[in-house]
């Protein structure tokens, strides 16, 4: 059964903390992982892995994909309180174009 | 460029009542997708559109819930009878098209369904 878990589940920092959310999955036909921003309802797109070792970047925020261990993390630096949202890991599977979701971590960044 | 629409936005209903969701893609996406975000989860596919054609239907739960998006742009999607388990968000995302590479997916606001 395919399966993406996220860790921690909930997380609690100090505005110009550093963040590393967790992401491991196991799913068969592997093509990519996303990692999507979920403020109030609509998740937002941050960045779509597919090779290992090559980080994406993207102002304060920088993710990497791990193959060889089936994970990903998202680092998040000097958080402001504007990050505070839900943070969703995704896996497209080849051939899909569907997306399977983690039940995602919840960060809030307190003043 | 405008977004996905989702109407309605908020729907509060009795359980064995039958609702309905609707959702108008961006313009010339090929692909829409139907997710249920049960509160605490992560969303969760239920159907997915290319065109007016089905591609994936795999966790419809098919004894109550339906969707059509007859003319290959917008869909709805209906439950009938609804249960206390269905209350949700449910969301509806668009693509440009599911096949070769990955096309990002655009989400909506959301429909928040409580059943009572």
């Known amino acids: 059964e395919d399966k993406v878990v996220q860790s921690p589940l909930s997380l609690v920092v100090h505005e110009g903390d550093t963040v590393t959310l967790n992401c491991s999955y196991e799913?068969?036909?592997?093509?990519?992982l996303l990692w999507y921003k979920q403020e109030k309802k609509a998740p937002t797109f941050l960045f779509m892995l597919?090779?290992?070792?090559i980080e994406k970047k993207s102002g304060r925020l920088s993710s990497i994909l791990d193959k060889k261990e089936l994970s990903s993390i998202l680092n998040i630096t000097a958080t402001q309180t504007g990050d505070s949202a839900i943070y969703l890991c995704a896996v497209e599977k080849a051939g899909a174009n569907n997306l399977f979701f983690g039940t995602g971590t919840r960060l809030t960044v307190i003043p | 460029e405008a977004g996905v629409a989702q109407s309605p936005r908020y729907k509060i209903i009795e359980k064995r009542q039958s609702v309905a969701f609707w959702c108008n893609p961006i313009?010339?996406?090929?692909?829409l997708y139907w997710y249920q975000q049960i509160l605490g989860q992560g969303p969760k596919l239920l159907i997915q559109f290319q065109n007016n054609g089905v591609v994936d239907d795999s966790q419809l739960p098919k004894d109550r819930f339906s969707a059509e998006r007859l003319k290959g742009v917008d869909s709805t999607l209906k439950i009938q009878p609804a249960k206390l388990e269905d209350s949700a968000v449910y969301l509806c995302a668009s693509s440009l098209s599911f096949q070769g590479s990955y096309n990002e997916q655009f989400f909506g606001p959301g429909t928040r369904l409580t059943v009572l």
């Open positions: 313009s010339g996406h090929a692909t």
């Open positions: 799913v068969t036909n592997f093509r990519s």
């Open positions: 597919t090779s290992s070792g």
